[in-house]
């Protein structure tokens, strides 16, 4: 039981940056001298469907996934993904959601309403919720796609890891150089949203 | 540094001097060869797609025959395309290195079938080499290199998807300059498998060189296969199992010999006698069939060990579906190396919300192909369960799903023309479809359109022709006129091909012009003969990369009833529904206007974007 590992579920709708999000924890963990291990599905048209991607990191980790009540925090980038993705969490374990809603079409099919309360308050029934509202702070960035960069500043701001540092570097290493300023941005928002509550 | 296993192999080609690369896109193989288009501009490797995985294979054999270091990528089912020529080349050998990437896909994530290549070992008489992480699939991708050079045979790399999309910390190693053509001597009894004598006398060649495989690799990378641990208690394992394998055992605290193989054919048999000689049970833990159970009994036999054995077939692990943490775990609980109260019971009950699998893209022009085809099907006097759609493989198939509900059948690449014909002479007196992508015709429909036109058979062929391999990441097809990696190609024209092969009429529509659509295709399904209608529209995320998006669509509120019309009859998923109206995620809609085309209330205005 000695090893130190921290084990992230990024819940997110295909498209939304979720990849992204767990390439530059995973670049950063590295640059931190972590021991480092993503694990995605890629490849098929998975653009606006259900994605979970994993990041483990810590003294020595191996496996690129993790099984269902073992992330230490749950990424939401999306609220209805967020909650299909609560299984993973850990007891005690922590859920950081966007404040997003995209309805799939099997909703919108049969007219079921999924309001963003109704979720956040069911995902909050079932594990300690930080809610952020990521469209606004990325919006103040000028860059509404940057809720997964966000995400990435309450991510660090909370948990205390990857270092700030080690996050700037991998952001500028991991996003397309015409992203890099505004995404950095609002992963400063996402920080400032958890460290000065703004 | 942080690499992604299939970038990982993509460094281990070049770390060893490999010059020529082939393959055709298929996940979870694709990343190498897009990896190497960045690592290969300019440089003096020849990385390009191939037609298909046969094609791509036989690059990379004609190559390999000379001196030159080759390697050529696939997906699972690729490796079944390319078995023909894969099988013979054990017989001829090689000069160079080649290896043979083939990803294997437990889950399955993105795949037909859980087909397991490591019996390709077995079948074609090749080393097969499996690594765990992505590092030891850089190395394994340079020792493979060097094996294949030193056995004159071509190496398996076979991985899985948690090994060929896992990211994980890699430390480089120095490159070798890339290794060309050196010469290619005729010698036949080696290279022309026309003569049996030649071919009995080269399966004993072949016998004799796979003999060396253990000691060869073992002296290239001593590593590959090991153990772990000590005790009585053995996990033989590889490939993405053993992670769950040693995490799991540490975490629980169980102390036991784990025995990690790299090698799994010919199976290092000198290795496992001294691994397994001490052990008084072993369990084995492996994804997909009981291969290495099947050797361990094996050698446990020669032995004359009576330990048993743990796995598939004694029922203590799935056949089925991917490993995990927790399935390993709950595997030593079951044969009793750890109490039960060690494995917390699965997370309790969560809720279900409304699933949410991948669909068709906002403004994907195969929406409207399938659309305007449903819609002739109605106009030409037919039911819709009258008319048969084979699909084929590619993004298109997504319209099975609701609202569409569109193809029959999806089963391997090129198949709907085959099936559609295999149909029509069993005796079906109606009209049969065949949807087929512009790559997937490329890579396996056109030996099927032959096919259908020589026995005159009547079949409605529908190229949904988006101008790119949408599905694995847009990868060129031979359409294009430049590839990837900037050489100057002979662009295919799909019309002409299929006019050369004879095909009774052959149209060309863009999707987008709905209306010119469905009445082309209702003629087209009134006619005998082989007709083909080719759809062409760029896919849609490329238009919109090329192109940016110039307008987009919205709802004006009091005008929407909530009637649903537009999600029915397009199942974007830019629309949702909210507060009894829907909405259009303005971030996603493209301005394709496909939705405001069926709104009966025109609830749908334009907004003209910068």
Not at chain 2, 9 to 32: D, L, M, N
Not at chain 2, 44 to 73: K, L, M, P, Q
Request: aromatic share 6%.
């Amino acid at each position: 039981m000695g090893r130190r590992v921290v084990n992230v579920a990024i819940a997110s709708v295909g498209g939304q940056g979720g990849l992204t999000l767990s390439r530059v924890l995973a670049v950063a963990a590295v640059y931190d001298g972590f021991s480092v291990r993503t694990g995605e599905t890629l490849g098929m048209a998975q653009r606006f469907g259900s994605v979970v991607s994993y990041v483990r990191f810590g003294d020595s980790v191996l496996s690129p996934t993790f099984s269902e009540g073992e992330a230490d925090y749950l990424i939401g980038l999306e609220l209805v993904e967020a909650l299909r993705a609560l299984r993973l969490l850990k007891p005690g374990g922590l859920a950081l959601v966007a404040s997003v809603v995209k309805p799939p079409l099997s909703a919108s099919l049969r007219r079921e309403e999924l309001p963003a309360e109704a979720l956040l308050e069911e995902i909050s029934r079932y594990a300690r919720t930080v809610r952020v509202p990521a469209v606004e702070l990325a919006l103040r960035v000028g860059n509404p796609r940057a809720v997964n960069m966000v995400m990435l500043g309450v991510f660090a701001a909370t948990s205390g890891t990857p270092s700030d540092s080690s996050i700037r570097r991998a952001i500028a290493e991991v996003v397309p150089a015409r992203w890099v300023e505004s995404s950095v941005r609002a992963y400063e928002l996402g920080r400032s949203f958890v460290l000065s509550g703004s | 540094m942080a690499l992604m296993g299939n970038e990982a192999i993509a460094r281990g080609f070049v770390e060893a001097g490999v010059s020529v690369v082939s393959g055709y896109p298929g996940t979870p193989s694709s990343e190498v060869i897009v990896t190497l288009h960045e690592f290969g501009a300019g440089s003096e490797i020849y990385v390009e797609w191939a037609v298909n995985e046969r094609v791509a294979f036989e690059i990379a054999y004609g190559a390999a025959i000379s001196g030159a270091r080759a390697a050529v990528t696939m997906k699972a089912p690729g490796a079944s395309v390319a078995l023909d020529p894969l099988i013979s080349s054990a017989y001829g050998g090689v000069e160079g290195g080649l290896v043979v990437l083939v990803a294997d896909d437990p889950g399955p994530h993105t795949t037909q079938t859980e087909q397991d290549n490591r019996w390709l070992g077995p079948l074609a008489k090749l080393p097969v080499l499996s690594p765990s992480s992505p590092q030891e699939a850089k190395d394994l991708a340079v020792a493979a290199f060097d094996l294949s050079e030193e056995l004159k045979l071509p190496v398996i790399l076979r991985t899985t998807t948690r090994v060929n999309h896992a990211v994980g910390d890699v430390v480089l190693g120095p490159v070798r300059p890339p290794q060309r053509f050196r010469e290619f001597r005729k010698d036949i009894p080696r290279f022309v498998r026309a003569g049996m004598l030649f071919n009995l006398e080269r399966h004993r060649w072949l016998s004799s060189r796979l003999e060396l495989t253990e000691g060869v690799l073992t002296k290239l990378y001593p590593g590959a296969n090991r153990v772990e641990g000590s005790g009585e208690l053995c996990v033989v394992t590889e490939g993405a199992a053993y992670n769950y394998v040693r995490e799991v055992l540490e975490d629980l605290g169980v102390g036991a010999s784990v025995v990690k193989l790299s090698l799994l054919y010919p199976p290092p048999t000198e290795f496992l006698e001294d691994a397994l000689r001490g052990c008084r049970e072993v369990l084995v833990v492996e994804e997909l069939d009981p291969y290495l159970e099947t050797v361990v009994k094996r050698v446990l036999y020669e032995l004359g060990a009576r330990a048993p054995v743990y796995g598939k077939e004694s029922g203590h692990l799935p056949r089925e579906g991917e490993l995990s943490r927790r399935l390993v775990a709950e595997a030593l609980v079951s044969v009793g190396w750890v109490p039960k109260t060690a494995v917390s019971p699965p997370a309790g009950t969560y809720p279900s919300p409304p699933p949410r699998p991948p669909p068709m893209c906002p403004g994907c022009p195969h929406r409207n192909t399938y659309l305007a085809l449903l819609l002739a099907i109605a106009r030409a006097g037919y039911r819709r369960d009258e008319v048969p759609i084979f699909g084929d493989i590619g993004c298109y198939a997504l319209s099975f799903q609701p609202p569409f509900e569109a193809i029959w059948t999806e089963h391997s690449m090129g198949a709907s023309i085959s099936m559609a014909m295999g149909l029509k002479v069993a005796g079906y007196g109606g009209p049969v479809v065949a949807t087929i992508g512009d790559s997937t015709l490329f890579h396996a429909g056109l030996q099927p359109l032959l096919e259908a036109v020589h026995k005159r058979v009547d079949v409605l062929v529908v190229v949904l022709d988006n101008s790119v391999v949408a599905m694995t990441g847009h990868q060129s097809t031979p359409a294009w006129g430049t590839t990837e990696s900037g050489r100057r190609a002979k662009p295919i024209s799909i019309e002409e091909v299929v006019r050369a092969l004879g095909a009774d009429r052959v149209y060309v529509v863009d999707p987008y012009d709905l209306d010119l659509t469905v009445e082309v295709l209702t003629r087209a399904l009134r006619e005998p003969g082989v007709r083909v209608v080719v759809a062409r529209h760029p896919c849609a995320l490329m238009e919109v990369r090329a192109r940016g998006v110039t307008r987009r669509y919205r709802v004006v509120e009091d005008r929407c009833t909530g009637c649903l019309a537009c999600v029915r009859t397009t199942g974007c998923p830019a629309l949702y529904y909210s507060n009894g109206r829907v909405r259009v995620s303005e971030g996603d809609c493209v301005g394709c206007g496909l939705c405001a085309r069926f709104c009966p209330y025109k609830a749908f205005e334009v907004v003209e974007v910068g």
